[in-house]
């Protein structure tokens, strides 16, 4: 083993942060440039991380062995307080598995188009609220669909009143949890009015729910006639034979519900984002789902999440030492794979900033050069349900609106979260919505 020699990059912390802030895509592109595949980059939180930003080298990370990458480790120090210690994103090697062998049957590809009709009446619902005429910001609308969606389908709430409590108080669970998140130094009490107090306050309004919900649906089995994913959770077991205990269901909930609504709502308000900048790929989208395809629509999500894939990096917190694009990492060292960096190379994507959906029907995008939802054990569980969402969701919106940007100008892409979100919210123009046609799923 070669002595440890951390691979170059820029070194002055609050320049690097200020950078990333202003445009992550020219600062890791330029680093890459700068520096080669493989570069360092210090951040104040974070003194010491490691970028990968080719595709080859990424596939080692992701399908090396979970004992010496450890995903959780490296989410568990931002997301713990908020997932509790049972969430599958937090957890490595046996109990990570334990976990996700559960979780993943019932976001299986054939398990979400059970929940096709009640996305589209969730969308539909939302977008006779639009306003006509009147500039408006899409994303609060495009969350409030991705929120419902989880509460109606992984949740199972039915009851009305129900529903509008858990709107609110996942609202102000997210809301409270930012800052704390994002700021360990926040995590400790500073009064009843403090952060910290505020947070706590509002997980165990959230959790209180989640608990009354999960015992309500433990007397109500056996579930056979639901097919909400808490009620599939409810009813499996454990490769030891267990059920998953009260205390793993809220952690895995909650999970979900963090990993999945944001991101979604993110992704969707991109994808308009960029449509109505490029009203060429608007028009042949509004043509080819007319006359029933979906070729063209799959490719126009493929194309938003290579140019704005929402999350940018992903990390992995080296176990052992590790050789790496020639250079040898020590232990406890955070490699992210650079999502956003691979995905805007020249090399892979020819004229790479341009949003031409077209280029996935041609075949770019193979193997690890299109990773917006991370890879190997720990690739995200809910990327099916995720597109099979957006498309549900873009068809309704496209079916059922004419619309353009507010602003012609681009949205810039700022933190939101642990998301990369358009900077004014998508901004949009809505000339007239037609009422519902037909069924199109
Ligand atoms: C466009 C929307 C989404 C994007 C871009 C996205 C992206 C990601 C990424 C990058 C990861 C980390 C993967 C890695 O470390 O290799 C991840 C993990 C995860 N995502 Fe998503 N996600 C989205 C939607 C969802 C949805 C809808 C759900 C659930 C309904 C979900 C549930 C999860 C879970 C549970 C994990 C942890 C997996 C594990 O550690 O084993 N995500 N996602």
New binding site residues.
């Given amino acids: 083993m070669q002595p440890f020699e951390p691979p170059p990059g820029p070194r002055l912390p609050v320049v690097n942060a200020f950078r990333l802030w202003r445009d992550p895509i020219r600062f890791l592109l330029g680093l890459r440039r700068r520096y080669g595949d493989v570069f360092t980059v210090a951040y104040p939180a974070f003194p010491r991380l490691v970028y990968v930003s080719d595709p080859e080298l990424v596939k080692r990370v992701?399908t090396g062995d979970p004992r010496r990458f450890h995903?959780?480790e490296a989410?568990a120090a931002v997301l713990e307080p908020a997932l509790g210690p049972h969430s599958?994103?937090i957890l490595d090697e046996r109990e990570?598995m334990r976990q996700?062998k559960l979780?993943l049957p019932p976001?299986h590809g054939d398990s979400i188009r059970a929940y096709g009709e009640v996305m589209r009446e969730i969308a539909d619902r939302e977008i006779e609220t639009w306003p006509v005429g009147r500039p408006f910001a899409l994303r609060p609308h495009t969350q409030r669909i991705t929120l419902d969606v989880?509460l109606r389908t992984?949740f199972g709430v039915r009851d009305a009143q129900r529903f509008a409590l858990a709107q609110r108080l996942v609202d102000e669970f997210a809301r409270r949890s930012h800052a704390v998140l994002l700021f360990p130094a926040l995590r400790r009490r500073l009064g009843p009015l403090g952060p910290w107090a505020r947070f706590e306050r509002a997980r165990d309004a959230l959790d209180a729910l989640i608990y009354e919900e999960i015992a309500q649906r433990r007397t109500e089995l056996p579930a056979g006639e639901r097919d909400d994913v808490l009620s599939l959770l409810l009813g499996a077991t454990h490769e030891d034979g267990n059920p998953m205990s009260d205390e793993e269901l809220r952690d895995e909930l909650v999970?979900?519900i963090g990993?999945?609504?944001e991101?979604?709502a993110t992704?969707l308000a991109w994808t308009v984002e960029r449509l109505v900048r490029t009203p060429r790929v608007l028009e042949r989208l509004r043509e080819t789902l007319a006359s029933g395809e979906e070729e063209y629509l799959d490719a126009v999500i493929k194309e938003t999440?290579r140019v704005r894939?929402?999350?940018t990096d992903?990390a992995r917190k080296l176990t052992e030492p590790a050789e790496i694009g020639g250079y040898t990492l020590p232990a406890g060292t955070f490699v992210l794979p650079a999502?956003i960096a691979i995905h805007h190379r020249e090399d892979l994507y020819p004229q790479p900033f341009e949003f031409r959906p077209e280029r996935f029907l041609e075949g770019q995008g193979e193997g690890y050069t299109w990773i917006?939802?991370?890879?190997?054990?720990?690739?995200?569980?809910?990327?099916s349900?995720?597109q099979y969402?957006?498309r549900i969701v873009l068809r309704a919106i496209v079916e059922r609106t004419a619309l353009r940007a507010a602003d012609p100008r681009p949205d810039a892409l700022r933190p939101r979260n642990i998301t990369l979100a358009p900077g004014q919210g998508a901004r949009i123009l809505v000339n007239r919505t037609q009422k519902r046609v037909r069924a199109s799923l």
Avoid at 375 to 382: D, F, I, Q, T, Y
């Fill in positions: 992701f995903a959780g989410n599958v994103l990570h996700r979780l976001f989880i992984v999970t979900v990993a999945g609504h991101t979604t992704a999440l894939p929402v999350i992903v999502i917006p939802f991370g890879g190997g054990v720990r690739r995200c569980l809910g990327a349900f995720a969402e957006m």
